[in-house]
């Protein structure tokens, strides 16, 4: 059993000079379907504010996945890539197989992940402990050998201890 987890941030609109990484995406996603049995249930999670499950409950019929992932929106927004993993491990506790795996396609954001904010992380700790088997988490970076990150840099305040400081410090 296998939920595709794909990135709709609005940094996968980022491009190679020919095709979107959310193109790209789409077809390290539809390749990697296509190396499934046939009879490997598959489902299918958009990840953006609010994850869209398409088809969260993994189905047999892949040409629907493959459907789907054509018709994805454009990329806009931020994606909860947590969220959606955590959508994906409540999927795949449902299920009955003793395989049980969840594939990621995204860029290099660590927006996306969370990756300060300890609550997001212990609630997804606790959500892997409760299956009967806990399901491999997989991430495949489509921005590899790409163009560098350019445009999605943030500035943000810089507290300092006292009110006016030197120039240099």
């Known amino acids: 059993r296998v939920i595709v987890i794909i990135d709709g941030a609005g940094s996968m609109s980022r491009s190679t000079g020919t095709v979107t990484l959310l193109t790209l995406a789409c077809r390290r996603a539809e390749e ?3 190396s499934l049995n046939p009879g490997d249930r598959a489902g299918l999670i958009d990840a953006r504010d ?7 409950t993994p189905v047999l019929g892949h ?13 806009a927004g931020s994606a909860d890539l947590c969220r959606a ?16 795996e969840i594939v990621v396609f995204t860029d290099r954001q660590r927006t996306g992940w969370k990756p300060d904010s300890d609550a997001v992380w212990n609630r997804m700790d606790d959500q892997l402990s409760f299956p ?16 560098p990150v ?3 840099i943030a500035l943000g305040r810089i ?9 240099g410090f």
């Not at 609010?50 to 969260?56: F, R, S, T």
């Not at 009967?132 to 163009?147: K, L, T, Y």
């Open 159 to 167: 507290p300092l201890s006292r009110e006016f400081t030197v120039p």
């Open 32 to 34: 990697f379907i296509n």
């Open 85 to 100: 993993c955590e959508s994906a491990i409540a999927a795949l506790g449902r299920e009955t197989s003793s395989s049980r």
């Open 63 to 75: 040409q629907k996945i493959r459907e789907r992932l054509s018709s994805l929106p454009a990329p």
């Open 150 to 152: 350019s445009q999605n």
């Open 132 to 147: 009967s088997v806990r399901p491999q988490i997989w991430c495949v970076d489509v921005s590899e050998g790409r163009a």
């Open 50 to 56: 609010v994850p869209a499950g398409h088809l969260q």
